[in-house]
């Protein structure tokens, strides 16, 4: 599922609807500091065959042409979603992005809301907090509550710690949508599991929060797909509690 383009679509998504992608990683290769189970973009290991990243010129000038194009022939667009091969924050010049992004939705599709699907690992660096801070939807993964079963699911490469991404997340004061991946199996979401996640969603309170299960072909195979209905049991406690969830299967 690797995308060719710095700018695609406009795809239908699950969560965001007419959303027109930005892939600020490589045309045909993958870098993410994440190595997800359940990626739909395959193991980091298959895509190392490029490892080029485009510049804010370079996303300038594909996004305004593709608005532009997409303006003329009416296409509706409701989100400029930041999501593509990877970690869409560890392009170095992320920051500098979002400013022109935010810029080209004004001029185009004032309407359209911008959103970035990250893995919330880099929250705590100041360009990138302030950065997502700026736009109508940050989208902030937190898939497991301890570092041994986010090693499971996530296996981020170098040092990770849901304590610390916890922390980085209260700074956001609930102006962010946490996203979390369901996955059913004998070592995912078992009930210890979802009440440790509970107990974080609790203590961080984000203004949304999305819970979704596996909708392609994934790189670790087994992988389980839970239905709505049980995905709404699981979380029923915190729907119960006045908290805003959207769930899709």
Known sequence: MLR???????????????????????????ICNFDCVYCECGWNKDGLGDT????????RMALE????????????????????DGEPTLNPAFSEIIDL?????D?????????????????????????????????LKLDAPTDAQAALVNRPS??????????????????FVLQTMFLKGPSWATEDWVEGWMEIVRK?????????????????????KYTVEKMR????????EGFTVQIKG
Not at 65 to 84: M, N, Q, V
Not at 161 to 175: D, P, T
Request: net charge positive; charged share 25%; hydrophobic share 40%.
């Open 4 to 30: 060719e383009d710095t700018v695609f679509g406009p795809i239908f998504s699950r969560r965001l609807g007419s959303s027109l992608g930005i892939n600020l990683l490589p045309q045909k290769g993958k």
């Open 52 to 59: 080029a990243l485009p510049s804010a010129q370079d996303v």
């Open 65 to 84: 042409t593709k608005l532009a194009a997409c303006a003329a022939a009416g296409t509706p667009i409701d989100s400029i979603t930041f999501s593509g």
């Open 101 to 105: 992004t935010l810029s080209l939705r």
């Open 107 to 139: 001029r185009f599709y004032p309407k359209a809301r911008v959103s970035v699907l990250s893995n919330a690992t880099r929250c705590g660096r100041p360009g990138v907090f302030e950065a997502l801070k700026k736009v109508d939807n940050a989208i």
């Open 158 to 175: 170098g040092e990770y710690h849901v304590e610390e991404v916890v922390e980085n997340l209260l700074r956001f004061e609930g102006a």
């Open 204 to 224: 961080i309170r984000p203004r949304e929060i999305m819970v979704y299960t596996i909708d392609r072909e994934t790189p670790l195979s087994g992988l389980g």
């Open 233 to 240: 049991s699981l979380v029923q406690p915190l729907i119960d």
